[in-house]
């Protein structure tokens, strides 16, 4: 089965520019999450979508990031306007549903920030 | 902030076992323990989960204490492709907090 896609692999951008970043999730997934991941720490959750629907974006700075799942398919998130602490790769996974055990990974979207 | 502990790092030679040990001294009774790893510039991959039984599937073995306080995560058989970062995670359907892991080589 085909894995969690994400594009662009590599962006950099300057700082105050706006940036977007897509997911495309397997097939049949319900749910989607979007994660941050600084150098040298683990990933940090910032949205989780069920279906369409935000489940939690507790962690989402709001004043610059946004992300949405219009078809409970695709996601993309957002980041305006983007600053240097911004850098980091973002990544993407999606579950069967929100009760499954098992997040698939993409690749993620290495970020940086000038 | 994460709830569990781990080494920074750990080494383990070719073809021997990598016990990776994880503390998670405040577990509440429904939080089962996960484990995940991320080699090098992919994203992380699920290894096994477990509640208060010991688990083993096909990547690993997963140790949990009578006490659920601390784990073990044991790969029988470390190959080169085994290393990575490697994370222990409690979750119980809240978001999936990622410590810094363990940062496990194997060498030949």
């Known amino acids: 089965e085909a894995g969690v896609a994400q594009s662009p692999r590599y962006k950099i951008i300057e700082k105050r520019q706006s940036v977007a970043f897509w997911c495309n999730p397997i097939?049949?997934?319900?749910?989607l999450y979007w994660y941050q991941q600084i150098l040298g720490q683990g990933p940090k959750l910032l949205i989780q979508?069920?279906?369409?629907?935000?489940?939690?974006d507790s962690q989402l700075p709001k004043d610059r990031f946004s992300a949405e799942r219009l078809k409970g398919v695709d996601s993309t998130l957002k980041i305006q306007p983007a600053k240097l602490e911004d850098s980091a790769v973002y990544l993407c996974?999606?579950?069967?549903?929100?009760?499954?055990?098992?997040?698939?990974f993409g690749p993620g979207t290495r970020l940086t920030v000038t | 902030d994460a709830k569990t502990t781990q080494p920074p790092s750990m080494d383990c030679a070719e073809g021997r076992a990598a016990n990776l040990p994880c503390n998670h001294s405040?577990?509440?009774?429904?939080?089962?323990v996960y484990w995940y790893r991320q080699i090098h510039s992919q994203g992380p991959q699920y290894i096994i989960h477990?509640?208060?039984n010991n688990e083993t599937n096909e990547m690993a073995s997963l140790i949990i204490t009578e006490d659920r306080k601390s784990s073990t995560l044991i790969l029988p058989h470390a190959t080169l492709r085994d290393t990575a970062v490697y994370y222990c995670?409690?979750?119980?359907?809240?978001?999936?907090?990622f410590g810094a892991g363990t940062r496990l080589t194997v060498k030949p």
């Open positions: 996974a999606s579950s069967l549903n929100s009760r499954a055990p098992e997040q698939y």
């Open positions: 097939s049949g997934h319900a749910t």
């Open positions: 995670i409690v979750y119980n359907n809240n978001d999936m907090r």
């Open positions: 477990g509640l208060k």
């Open positions: 979508f069920q279906n369409n629907g935000v489940v939690d």
């Open positions: 405040t577990i509440s009774g429904n939080e089962y």
